[in-house]
């Protein structure tokens, strides 16, 4: 047994706080104890620090932190802690695993073992194991739950929130599937009024996710799922960008192979429900719409959309805040090895584990960062075989030693004894190896790194099998059937023959959870993403603290001045298709599934999201997440200390910042000036060297005029040249005195600054990417013709203004032709009020409207001698 591993830092903070047996009577606190004390009584972001209590004078004590600080605090504000080591907890654990073994003999054989895995951390158990094991009877051991799709109706609604409510309240993150709730204003015979819809019951228990406090140290996590073919589809994509309506879950759309096709083929899509008024609709409807066919049951066509359009506001809703995930269901499906007898349904919160009605997540991670052979320079084979194969036998045994808080969880899992042993270090691991994660060598890596501990674990669940028994719905030449298995059989023959000797103790073996508490109390790399960075903030439940990554640093200090190697990769230095490749690379030896995020710049565009997207459905991934940098008001990791420096002496030359001066004049070239000079805050040299790189405006330009529709009503964009390239736009938008107008105005002179400004690089091509696929709160039109924004109209405009100035006719020889790019009626398409599905509420779409000052939205219009919203009500006059 090695010497005692103390933690340090936000280490043993994660460890005291979310892993560590507790005492739950604080009021036992003494001087001399170590304990969490809260520092900062935050909501949302509150700070603990560990420290030694150093005096107690009735209810309050004061407390001596890691970093000196003296904290005072009652002692109902106190984390006090029965284990202070990691060794503790080992020990608590490998009992608590091996006590489910059938004799005594066995349970002393494999509490030895499992404390080996244990031991440094080569097996770090899920959360939910490491913290309820032999804790308390109430206590899961099992990281998240899917529950069954909620009955349609008040009463099988309010059954799943108590459902959710009690496992989460134990410890347990959710997954539901609305799919079985009826559309948005669908006739409710029973009170003769209409649903509110399955996206209106979502934010319930979201809202209720939000009130839960798990276990004393977080917040409930839930997942909410919908089917591509359901007709609130539009409603749950865009449902985020709705603020405060869900706020405390995860969204993911499930889509189907025909969904995929249809996108490709660009074809039609429709959207259905049952029919509600079927005699056996309570009774039978499930959410499986496939169920509900094959019994002949009918379904009634709500609209048809396009399939692009739908695939378009997936992606550009992803591509503004990371939101909706997708997840291949029906290709999920087709690979799992429960497909014969119970189908997948949702996700866990993360995504990694797809999981039928009543499933639930029961996951390790082996450290991978452990099994770096220095001498050999390569992986420790032997070594990582064996850990594999003790850790399926801990998890397998997890099972039976977890409490069941409802029947049906207890008979769906020990029906199925599903298990998700995972990883955390690779890219620890990879650095070691001086491998560059997302390069092609990489690949080649990772395909032979998880196919060995697929098989190691495949060939010990067959082990166990043998001693003691198949899980219950095990048939060896269905199970044998499934994709997965299919392509292991392929590759491993001696899985095979192993499945075909003994049987399979578990219906899966292998999934790819994030890890990112752990990982991080660890010390290493989480799940299977690369660094995030080699310096970060991290903020947390436990506050905002600097992280620096140990195998950077010691490479730094050996190599003093010198940049890091190429493999020192990081999540943000690799590109998004490097990320997806890699998780491709991965699934292929994951019987469940992965959390994995593809990292993508700020400036990464709409269109690069949706290529992304099809690539991972190409590849064979179950599922793609992105996080494009800055998307979020709020991010867990950042590179920036978001604390601004104050009073610096110098200001970097590109930074322009307005300034409050007197009225401004309009000069020759449509720009506002102060006295001549722009109004900027820049010093002298700076000025300088903007008035060099600055293209003054000739007297005459020629360009185009182009008449777009755009949710704000009709907008004209033209386009001046300069030696023949666009140095120059004006918008006219909206009627003079609006936001809508004021806004536009800037718009044009802010890309009109930067069209003349230096000669860097195809500035054009640049501003296209930036303004395109901007989105606001709605969109007009269809396929190639949509706007989604003044922003876009203005890059379509662009995109086409080459190939007007080009064109061989006389309209080139005058100094504004017009070019009416969208010269048709407003069409019936999704506009600020819209009902979600890419229909227009009303006909206003071509109107020209302003910004409501109440919502927020561009609904305001002139209607009965006032501005009035069509979005909330709201009126100037009233």
Not at 477 to 489: E, I, Y
Not at 787 to 797: F, N, Q
């Amino acid at each position: 047994m090695q010497a005692n591993k103390r933690l340090s830092g936000l280490s043993e903070k994660i460890f005291l706080d979310r892993y560590a047996l507790k005492n739950a009577d604080t009021s036992a606190a003494k001087v001399g104890d170590t304990v969490l004390v809260l520092t900062k009584d935050d909501p949302k972001f509150p700070a603990k620090e560990v420290g030694e209590i150093v005096s107690r004078e009735g209810n309050m004590v004061k407390v001596v932190t890691r970093s000196g600080e003296t904290v005072e605090s009652s002692v109902e504000k106190l984390t006090l802690n029965i284990e202070k080591s990691p060794e503790e907890m080992w020990d608590r654990l490998a009992g608590a695993m091996a006590s489910v073994e059938s004799t005594p003999e066995k349970q002393v054989e494999w509490k030895e073992k499992f404390r080996y895995i244990l031991d440094d951390w080569k097996l770090v158990p899920g959360g939910r194991i490491a913290a309820g094991a032999d804790a308390s009877d109430e206590l899961t051991l099992f990281n998240c739950y899917v529950i069954p799709s909620p009955k349609d109706s008040r009463g099988g609604i309010m059954a799943t929130l108590s459902e959710m409510t009690e496992i989460m309240s134990r410890g347990g993150g959710v997954g539901i599937n609305l799919s079985s709730l009826r559309p948005r204003r669908s006739v409710v015979k029973g009170v003769n009024g209409s649903s509110s819809g399955a996206v209106s019951w979502g934010g319930l228990f979201s809202y209720t996710t939000g009130l839960i406090e798990q276990g004393g140290s977080r917040r409930g996590a839930l997942m909410l799922m919908m089917n591509d073919w359901h007709p609130d589809l539009m409603d749950f994509i865009t449902v985020k960008s709705t603020m405060g309506q869900i706020t405390n879950a995860n969204l993911s759309v499930c889509v189907s192979n025909g969904f995929m096709q249809a996108v490709k083929e660009d074809l039609d899509w429709e959207l259905v429900f049952p029919d509600t008024t079927d005699p056996e609709y309570n009774e039978l409807w499930d959410g499986n719409l496939d169920a509900w066919k094959q019994l002949g049951k009918p379904v009634k066509p709500y609209r048809t959309v396009r399939a692009r359009d739908v695939w378009h506001t997936i992606i550009e809703s992803a591509w503004k805040s990371a939101e909706p995930g997708v997840v291949f269901m029906e290709y999920y499906n087709q690979m799992s090895n429960s497909w014969y007898f119970n189908p997948i349904i949702c996700t866990n919160p993360c995504g990694e584990q797809g999981l039928p009605a009543w499933g639930v997540c029961n996951l390790s991670a082996i450290n991978l960062s452990k099994f770096y052979d220095a001498q050999k320079h390569d992986v420790n084979w032997v070594e990582l075989g064996k850990v594999v194969r003790y850790s399926t036998r801990f998890l397998d045994n997890v099972i039976d030693k977890t409490p069941y808080h409802f029947e049906e969880n207890r008979v769906n899992q020990q029906g199925e004894r599903r298990v998700g042993l995972g990883s955390m270090g690779l890219a620890e691991l990879m650095i070691k190896l001086n491998i560059r994660y997302g390069s092609p060598e990489s690949l080649v890596f990772l395909d032979e790194l998880y196919g060995f501990m697929a098989k190691e674990a495949y060939l010990a669940s067959a082990e166990i099998a043998g001693e003691k028994g198949s899980f219950q719905a095990y048939i060896e030449d269905k199970f044998l059937q499934s994709g997965f298995m299919k392509n292991m059989t392929e590759v491993y023959p001696e899985v095979g023959a192993a499945i075909q000797a003994n049987g399979m103790r578990n219906v899966t073996v292998i999934t790819q959870a994030p890890t990112g508490s752990t990982g991080t109390m660890v010390g290493t790399s989480t799940g299977i993403e690369p660094y995030f960075a080699f310096e970060y903030f991290r903020q947390s439940r436990l506050g905002f603290d600097k992280q620096y990554v140990p195998i950077a640093q010691e490479w730094r200090d050996q190599h003093p001045g010198q940049e890091l190697p190429d493999y020192f990769v990081t999540a943000m230095s690799l590109t998004a298709e490097d990320h997806i490749r890699a998780q491709a690379a991965i699934q292929r030896w994951v019987d469940s599934s992965i959390s994995k995020t593809a990292n993508c710049p700020a400036d990464f565009t709409v269109e690069e999201t949706k290529r992304l997207y099809e690539l991972a459905f190409d590849l064979g991934c179950k599922g793609v997440t992105i996080y494009r940098d800055g998307s979020r008001d709020v991010q867990v990791l950042s590179t920036d200390s978001g604390k601004k420096e104050e009073n610096k002496e110098e200001t970097a030359s590109a930074t322009v910042a307005a300034t409050a001066a007197p009225a401004a004049v309009k000069d020759d070239e449509g720009l506002t000036t102060l006295s001549g000079k722009l109004a900027v805050n820049v010093d002298a040299k700076t000025e300088q060297v903007f008035d060099r790189q600055y293209k003054r405006r000739p007297q005459i330009l020629r360009g185009a005029t182009y008449k777009i529709n755009t949710p704000f009503g009709m907008a004209y964009i033209t386009i001046n040249d300069m030696n023949g390239s666009p140095s120059e736009i004006f918008l006219n938008v909206g009627k003079a005195g609006s936001d809508v107008f004021a806004m536009s105005e800037a718009l044009g002179r802010v890309c009109s600054l930067f069209l003349r400004y230096g000669d860097h690089g195809d500035k054009v091509k640049l501003l296209i990417k930036h303004l395109k696929g901007i989105g606001g709160s709605g969109a007009i039109g269809f396929g190639s013709n949509r706007v989604e924004s003044i922003a876009d109209a203005v890059a379509k405009a662009l995109e086409q203004h080459n190939e007007v100035m080009n064109d061989q006719d006389d309209a080139r020889n005058y100094v504004t032709a017009t070019s009416e790019v969208l010269d048709a009626p407003a069409p019936a398409a999704a506009t600020s009020s819209h009902d979600g599905h890419g229909h227009s509420a009303d006909d206003s779409a071509s109107l020209s409207k302003d910004l409501c000052p109440s919502c927020g939205s561009a609904s305001l219009i002139n209607s009965e001698g006032c501005k009035n919203c069509a979005n909330c009500g709201y009126s100037r006059c009233s």
